[in-house]
């Protein structure tokens, strides 16, 4: 069965301050997908990344880099140089290559920025 | 363009009725999938569609629950005989499945879903 942990309930930082997110899985398939997804206030998920399991590099986007290690089934997400419009819930997901591809959540880490 | 619809955006209803949720998905996109978001049991995944192939409801939790998209387009989610515990917020996303690969799944808004 696939399995997404988000150990990290809330976290809570000032502005500025870089801030990652911790994402641990577990998963039988030997290809997946990881993706995270963030909630703001207003309630609507938005896409923020997907990585197949055979692409290893890192990646960033502006203030955000996600780190993904496959020898820990860590995929890790840090802000850099945090701001208030960071603040929701993030949400770290796995599904299968094929197939419904339905997604697997993670519990979400609420960050909050504070001015 | 426009992104995935759904309605309505809050729903009260008695124990006991029945009730229908809507989802447009983003036109072209020929994958649905009905999520459910509770404070007790996180984001899970309640049924999926793709195309003319029967549905995966591998996610329903009982048969009070069902599901129809028509026309490749439009899904409605129904609950007969709602329960408390059915309160929760009801999410459609849809994706595009292409011959040999497949794309992130997009969000809607959700259908806030109160059982007094």
């Known amino acids: 069965a696939q399995k997404v942990t988000q150990a990290q309930t809330e976290i809570s930082v000032v502005e500025k301050e870089d801030v990652t997110l911790d994402c641990v899985y577990e998963?039988?398939?030997?290809?997946?997908?990881l993706f995270w997804y963030k909630q703001p206030p207003s309630g609507e998920l938005v896409f923020l990344i997907r990585?197949?399991?055979?692409?290893?590099q890192n990646e960033i986007s502006g203030r955000y880099s996600w780190n993904f290690q496959k020898s820990t089934s860590s995929f890790n997400f840090t802000i850099t140089a945090s701001q208030v419009v960071d603040s929701a819930v993030y949400f770290c997901?796995?599904?299968?290559?094929?197939?419904?591809?339905?997604?697997?959540f993670g519990q979400g880490t609420r960050l909050t920025i504070n001015p | 363009g426009a992104g995935v619809s759904q309605s309505p955006s809050n729903k009260v209803t008695e124990k006991g009725k029945d009730v229908e949720l809507r989802c447009d998905p983003i036109?072209?996109?020929?994958?649905l999938y009905w999520y459910r978001q509770s404070l007790g049991q996180g984001l899970e995944f309640l049924i999926y569609?793709?195309?003319?192939?029967?549905?995966?409801k591998s996610g329903l939790p009982s048969d009070r629950f069902s599901a129809e998209r028509t026309g490749g387009s439009v899904s409605t989610l129904t609950i007969q005989r709602t329960q408390q515990e059915d309160s929760a917020v009801y999410l459609c996303?849809?994706?595009?499945?292409?011959?040999?690969?497949?794309?992130?799944?997009?969000f809607g808004p959700g259908t806030r879903l109160t059982v007094t």
């Open positions: 996303a849809s994706s595009l499945v292409a011959l040999r690969d497949s794309y992130e799944q997009y």
């Open positions: 998963t039988r398939d030997t290809t997946y997908y």
């Open positions: 990585r197949n399991s055979f692409d290893e």
């Open positions: 997901a796995l599904s299968e290559v094929k197939g419904a591809q339905k997604l697997v």
């Open positions: 036109s072209g996109h020929t994958a």
């Open positions: 569609f793709q195309g003319n192939s029967a549905p995966d």
